[in-house]
């Protein structure tokens, strides 16, 4: 399945490294807020959709 021009899998996995980065991050600092966490990587999930159209969109 794809959405705009990349699969499922891998807007998933870029989703999962923005989580893991910012976990890593807040463990470092000790203050892991799991809610944050969560939101930032699905938000980051949800945006890159239409950034990703554009993107395309521009390159036509």
Same mark, same amino acid.
């Given at each position: 399945?794809? $959405?705009?021009?990349?699969? $499922? @899998?891998? @807007?998933?996995?870029?989703? /999962?490294?923005?989580? /893991?980065? $910012? $976990?890593?991050? *807040?463990?470092? *600092? ?6 944050? /966490?969560? !939101? ?6 949800? #945006? ?5 159209? #554009? @993107? !395309? @969109? /521009?390159? *036509?």
């Amino acid at each position: 399945m794809e $959405l705009v021009g990349r699969t $499922l @899998r891998d @807007r998933i996995v870029q989703a /999962l490294v923005v989580f /893991l980065t $910012l $976990l890593v991050i *807040q463990y470092v *600092q000790n203050s892991i807020e799991w809610g944050y /966490l969560v !939101s930032v990587a699905a938000l980051f999930f949800v #945006i890159m959709i239409p950034l990703d159209a #554009i @993107r !395309s @969109r /521009l390159e *036509q």
